[in-house]
Nanobody
Framework: QVQLVESGGGLVQPGGSLRLSCAAS????????MGWFRQAPGKEREFVAA????????YYADSVKGRFTISRDNAKTTVYLQMNSLKPEDTAVYYC????????????????WGQGTQVTVSS
């Protein structure tokens, strides 16, 4: 069993920054990648960013490119999401996730999910 625990959400003004963290624990044999999705009120959950665990290749949704940066610490089995220049439309619950194999990675269909952390961008 794998547990993903997010932290770092909160309330921030437009233009501000937040850094989300997600620590993985449990029985982990292989990690293909980790990443983040988000879900705003009344909307479907959407892909935000992902990072491959071995090579560190990164992928971003167009809506966050140039503002968000995903990174990882392999030794701590932790993934981070640095969010800058935040906008009200970034308000959502942000979910950490893990990809255990190539199929899930290619399809950006994670195998494990965290409980989510609320990010609210408002003045």
């Amino acid at each position: 069993q794998v547990q993903l625990v997010e932290s770092g959400g909160g309330l921030v003004q437009p233009g501000g920054s937040l850094r989300l963290s997600c620590a993985a624990s449990g029985t982990i044999f292989i990690i293909y990648g980790m990443g983040w999705f988000r879900q705003a009120p009344g909307k479907e959950r959407e892909f935000v960013a992902a990072i491959s665990w071995s090579g560190g290749s990164t992928y971003y949704a167009d809506s966050v490119k140039g503002r968000f940066t995903i990174s990882r610490d392999n030794a701590k089995t932790t993934v981070y999401l640095q969010m800058n220049s935040l906008k009200p439309e970034d308000t959502a619950v942000y979910y950490c996730n893990m990809y255990r194999g190539m199929s899930s990675w290619v399809n950006k269909s994670p195998d494990y999910w965290g409980q989510g952390t609320q990010v609210t961008v408002s003045s």
